[in-house]
């Protein structure tokens, strides 16, 4: 059996340019180890494993008296929350013993696989401080387009949202922005689901879907291209499970189809870019905060094309090229070292003996 040397993402980075393994005693979570490599079947097995027990969990460690409240309901929320970290942690801390083993004698410290440096708080080199800020802004360029909508919405509401008069001023227009972004909730309510959808969801799908999934498939042999492309399929497919709920609540079966198809291929498409953002940085906090910008964000709105009343329509020549500009600067910046660390960082992280 073929071994690779990695540490799992909850070890802690050593200091020293070589690190006796055999003084760390056996498999812990904290702790390097010799990573198996599995076939491509095992790893998918896996993967499936995952993502059916990260989905189970809303079902099993939910109570139904729970599940029949509304899904923004807070406490809903903080069981489902709940049940997603505990699936998280259980993912993490067994991870080391299904697929690491003992004997490696010494290792490259800058080649450790750990929980700072991947999952948490990677090393303060350029290199990696990059890599997080960098697919942040990778993200964000994406959204100029929208992001430059907003501004011009901002500016045409402000008579509407009650910011004129002489007390008008920039902290006013933000605070309105914030509100109007649902970044500054008004009740308990709003805070769970601000929780939810900006914290607690991107952090937990990406520790599942990302961090530990894509080590492993990389570990199978696949290519970095192909993983990125696997990947996201278990976090689409993840998501399908709100098909049943839309039917429970008396949605139409045929609405209830073409929703959930264009969900599928949302979360893969977006899937797809977080698996190779993750390849590319090697760090899991750089993908959540892309993730909670996305969520953020929410799907552009492009009903001011063609909707006459529509309060930004005056402006679609303008903002129709911020799109376009927006697109093309992040399709090329897949090319460019700028913002995506080249070569990868993850695979340099997996160490053939």
């Known amino acids: 059996m073929t071994q690779i040397a990695i540490v799992p993402s909850f070890a802690p980075i050593y200091e020293d340019k070589k690190i006796n393994y055999k003084m760390l005693g056996s498999r812990y979570f904290f702790e390097p180890c010799v990573h198996w490599k ?7 097995l896996y993967c499936c494993f995952l993502a059916v027990a990260f989905v189970g969990s809303l079902y099993v460690l939910v109570p139904s008296a729970i599940r029949k409240l509304p ?4 406490t809903h929320i903080q069981f489902r929350s709940l049940a997603c970290l505990i699936v998280c ?12 083993a003992d004997g490696i004698e010494s290792a490259n410290s800058q080649k450790i696989f750990s929980i700072e440096r991947i999952m948490l708080f990677p090393s303060l080199s350029h290199r990696q401080f990059r890599g997080i800020f960098g697919i942040l802004l990778h993200t964000f360029i994406i959204y100029i387009g929208p992001c430059f909508a907003s501004l011009l919405r901002i500016y ?3 008579g509407r949202s009650g910011l004129q008069g002489e007390n008008q001023n920039t902290f006013e227009v933000m605070r309105w922005f914030l509100s109007y972004k649902n970044m500054l909730p008004d009740n308990k309510q709003q805070f769970w689901i601000a929780m939810r959808n900006y914290f ?5 799908e990406e ?14 042999g696949m290519s970095t291209l192909k993983v990125s492309l696997v990947a996201p399929l ?3 497919i993840a998501h399908l499970h709100h098909a049943a709920t839309r039917i429970s609540n008396g949605e139409r079966p045929r609405s209830v189809m073409v929703m959930t198809t264009f969900q599928f291929l949302y979360t893969s498409l977006f899937g797809s870019y977080a698996s190779y953002a993750f390849i590319r940085s090697g760090s899991v906090l750089a993908v959540t905060f892309s993730h909670s910008y996305c969520n953020w964000m929410g799907l552009p709105d492009l009903s001011f094309v063609s909707n006459f009343y529509h309060p930004l329509y005056q402006y679609r020549m303008a903002i129709l090229p ?3 500009i927006g697109i093309c600067t992040f399709w090329h910046m897949f090319q460019s070292n700028l913002l995506l660390p080249l070569p990868p960082e993850l695979p340099g992280l997996i160490i053939s003996n």
């Open 89 to 100: 942690a259980g993912a993490i801390f067994s991870y080391p013993y299904l697929f690491c």
């Open 38 to 44: 599995c076939d491509v079947n095992t790893a998918i």
């Open 207 to 220: 520790i599942i879907f990302r961090g530990c999934m894509v080590p492993l498939l990389l570990a199978s």
């Open 156 to 158: 045409e509401n402000r």
């Open 71 to 74: 899904r923004d309901h807070p």
């Open 200 to 204: 607690i969801a991107p952090l937990t």
């Open 234 to 236: 278990f976090f689409g």
């Open 322 to 324: 911020s799109y376009i």
